[in-house]
């Protein structure tokens, strides 16, 4: 084994090849046995094989764009099985977005928002009150609910107003350290359930617990988008989008104060980093990766209630932070899917197979001990045995190393230039 | 509408007292181990509603074996107060050895999390536990002080209606006043006390003046979880019905009590969690009143929670407490 692997190592054409004979034999495998959830999460597994490749970055990101708009959506396409693998991949999908959200205010800035699926809640209810009649309510001029074309416009807006409460949520919070912050934040995500629960009353505006029934269907020039098949390519491109902006953050002048102010804050101010400022900002980008996917949840699930934005979404969310790796782009991704799968398929599919297997009277197995309901164990162990023993996480975070020679000689040519060209605009002012 | 917020008075009152005496003592439980380690133990809520059902379980068992009617009742409390607060204050050395001590080193962040996991695994054992006795995670415990009496607040003036109270509130009241002189007796008299009144100044200095920290940590532990433990069977008496998932929130508010009176001020906490616990009575009685009919008593938490938020904001020391600056 160990031979075979110092081959690979080095060798990119042979780590090429056997990469494509995994896809050829997972999505052959799905292709031909479609019932077996095992061969779809294989063929998911070969974008956790890539990611270990040499292979360029654009190689990479090419493999994973096939593998991810065709190969999975054609070789599930033909079986009974289609929607409810889509219905996975979407939820992971979103749940990505979300995590790579909090990835930036927990992972790069240092700030444990344990209230973040409120935020979720805030981008669903922006879409969900304005694409059924609820609007209609106190809304003084236009007619609802809007029609499904409004969506593309609504992810924006989505977007814009989580952000917007993310700043209002951060403004308080700033004086707050550590440890406190958390507390807040937890308040914070309960406050915004709980209004959301009881604003049906003086103003009908959320519809309290009944929820929001029937929200429109996304549109785009007549053609709608009712099937989680179509849902995943929207994911699927906010995904990319979201992926790309939280590449260029990270080792961005932003990125690089996030982690200042994470491994110390009074240092970090001493060099001249604005502190409000950048932790705002963590807030604001953060939540409003979380706003768009609420919007794209709402119209999902054509329904939306205040019973999807309890704590324990918060914490699953923190969950898959903590378990792919504070602050790695790819941890959280890998961190988010493994939770998800976890969640919608493997937990459900156990509970399912003892269920049968104490109804052949196999076993006797109780009801209170099903995995489906274990969720909060589960979390709960996770959390503890990564804190105590991987703190690092799964895939653990990176940072680009300079060399130091070639630095200072580009920085001394650089600072040549300039001088030459351009003057000092402190003096004309 | 002063009229009818000072006819509802006397009961917002004793309501409030008998919650508030509640939020007390499990915000000592966070007040101390915050005043030692500095760390928010989350699980603490869940110590609570351990023992809510430790306690429960007990008084079902003894009325199921016939002990509950041979022996007086209140003996009978005394003994499932002193079993349960045992049992919880080893859970809290415990969970402190677990998952706490092993980071002490580490950021921060690091432990919170490892905070927050055991209370999510916690919640989950007691569900799971329960639910496979009983077939149901809610429990509902023996009924037991039922008797009513009122207090003629009207006697004193006709502006204010009666307020009526059971002997559960009586007994939880007179235990809880118990454990808090008890406690203030504990810390500021005794030797121990002392040693860990010398660990929350400066954990190295005391440990150089032979004070062994480990010690003073797991006693804190003990002491605070103890009392979270008891105030759970205080409380699934005098509420009746208790489920798993009663400690996150009802420990989040103790936090905020413990915050109110300034976190790691033993005699704050107490003044916070009474304080507390009348302000939510008042807002769930007047709260409708006050604002037109536009926020019920559905907002009460909302109104705790701000509190929080408010005290964080213009006050982070707290009522009682003390500034700190931050050295580098």
Redesign the interface.
């Known amino acids: 084994m160990q031979k075979l692997t110092s081959k690979l190592k080095g060798n990119k054409m042979a780590q090429m090849i056997l990469l494509v004979l995994y896809v050829l034999v997972t999505s052959l495998s799905l292709y031909l046995a479609q019932a077996s959830v095992t061969a779809f999460l294989l063929l998911l597994f070969s974008l956790l094989i890539l990611y270990y490749t040499e292979l360029p970055d654009r190689l990479k990101w090419l493999i994973a764009g096939v593998v991810l708009i065709g190969v999975i959506p054609f070789v599930s396409s033909t079986g009974p099985g289609y929607q409810s693998y889509m219905e996975v991949a979407t939820v992971v999908g979103i749940y990505v977005a979300m995590a790579l959200g909090l990835n930036i205010v ?1 992972g790069l800035a ?1 700030l ?1 928002d ?1 209230g973040f699926v409120a935020f979720f809640a805030i981008g669903a209810y922006t879409y969900g009150i304005f694409a059924t009649g609820q609007a209609a309510n106190f809304m003084p001029f236009g007619t609802f609910p809007l029609t499904g074309e409004s969506f593309w416009i609504f992810i924006l807006i989505g977007c814009f107003v989580a952000a917007l409460f993310g700043v209002l949520l951060g403004i ?1 919070v700033l ?2 350290k ?3 912050l ?3 934040t ?3 995500g ?2 915004i359930r ?2 959301f ?2 604003l049906d ?2 103003v009908n505006i959320t519809n309290g617990a009944m929820g929001l029934a029937s929200v429109k269907p996304p549109e785009i020039f007549g053609y709608q988008f009712v099937y989680p098949n179509q849902f995943y390519f929207i994911v699927l491109a906010i995904l990319f989008l979201v992926i790309l902006a939280v590449r260029r953050f990270e080792f961005s002048k932003i990125g690089r104060s996030w982690k200042a102010v994470r491994e ?1 804050e ?2 970090a101010q001493s060099v001249g980093i604005h502190l409000v400022r950048t932790k705002l900002l963590a807030f604001a980008i953060g939540a409003s990766f979380s706003g768009m996917m609420g919007v794209v949840f709402a119209a999902k699930q054509t329904f939306v209630d205040p019973t999807s934005f309890t ?1 324990l979404e918060s ?1 699953t969310i ?1 969950v898959m932070v ?1 378990l792919g790796g504070m602050g790695s782009v790819p941890g959280v991704i890998l961190g988010a899917a493994v939770i998800t799968i976890l969640n919608l398929q493997v937990l459900t599919e156990v509970t399912n197979y003892l269920n049968q297997l104490s109804l052949d009277g196999v076993i006797s197995f ?4 099903a995995p489906a ?5 589960i ?6 045995i ?3 023993y991987r ?1 690092q996480g799964l895939i653990p975070a990176k940072n680009p190393v300079f060399d130091e020679e070639s630095l200072k000689e580009g920085s001394e040519k650089h600072r040549k230039e300039k001088i030459t060209v351009e003057p000092d605009k402190g003096f004309q002012a | 509408m002063l009229a009818e917020i000072l006819q509802s008075l006397p009961q917002v009152l004793v309501d409030g007292i008998a919650l508030g005496a509640i939020y007390a003592v499990i915000a000592l439980g966070y007040t101390m181990v915050y005043g030692i380690l ?3 133990n989350f699980a603490h809520g869940e110590i609570f509603m351990t023992g809510a059902f430790i306690g429960v379980a007990m008084l079902i068992l003894m009325t199921g074996m016939g002990w509950l009617a041979a022996m007086p009742a209140v003996l009978a409390l005394i003994l499932v107060l002193v079993v349960t607060s045992i049992l919880t204050g080893f859970m809290g050395v415990g969970i402190e050895r ?2 706490y001590r ?2 002490r080193n ?1 950021p ?7 905070a ?10 007691v ?2 536990i329960t ?2 006795k009983r ?1 149901n995670y809610i429990l509902t415990g023996p009924s037991m002080f039922n008797e009513k009496f009122s207090i003629k607040f009207s006697s004193i003036s006709s502006s204010f209606s009666d307020a009526f109270f059971k002997t559960s509130t009586l007994i939880l009241i007179v235990a809880v006043v118990i454990m808090m002189v008890g406690l203030d007796f504990f810390v500021n008299k005794t030797k121990w006390g002392m040693a860990m009144r010398a660990v929350a100044q400066d954990r190295e200095t005391a440990s150089l003046m032979s004070i062994n920290v480990n010690k003073v940590i797991s006693l804190t532990f003990f002491i605070g979880s103890a009392l979270g433990g008891a105030t759970g069977v205080l409380f699934a008496v005098q509420y009746g019905t208790i489920d798993p998932y009663i400690g ?2 009802l420990g ?1 508010k103790a ?2 009590a413990a ?1 109110l009176g300034g976190i790691g001020n033993i005699r704050g906490a107490m003044a916070g969690g009474l304080m507390l616990g009348i302000l939510e009575m008042f807002a769930a009685a007047n709260l409708q009143l006050l604002t037109g ?2 926020f ?1 008593a ?2 009460k ?2 109104f705790a ?2 509190i ?2 408010i005290v ?2 213009f006050k ?1 020391e707290g009522l009682f407490g003390k500034a700190v600056t ?1 050295k ?1």
């Open positions: 927990v240092g444990l344990l308080p004086r707050v550590g440890d406190y958390a507390i807040v937890l308040g914070f309960e406050i709980i209004v629960n009881n009353k003086p110390n009074i240092a704590l914490i923190l903590i109780p009801e209170a001990l309901k274990m969720q909060r164990f979390f709960g162990a996770i959390l503890i990564f804190a105590i703190p | 500095e760390l928010i677990m998952a092993p980071l580490s921060k962040l690091i432990t919170l999390i490892s927050i996991g055991v209370s999510f695994l916690l919640q989950d054992l569900r799971f639910e496979y077939g996150f929130i989040l936090f905020t915050v009919g536009i019920g559905e907002y938490d909302v929670f701000a929080l938020i964080l904001i982070p931050e580098v």
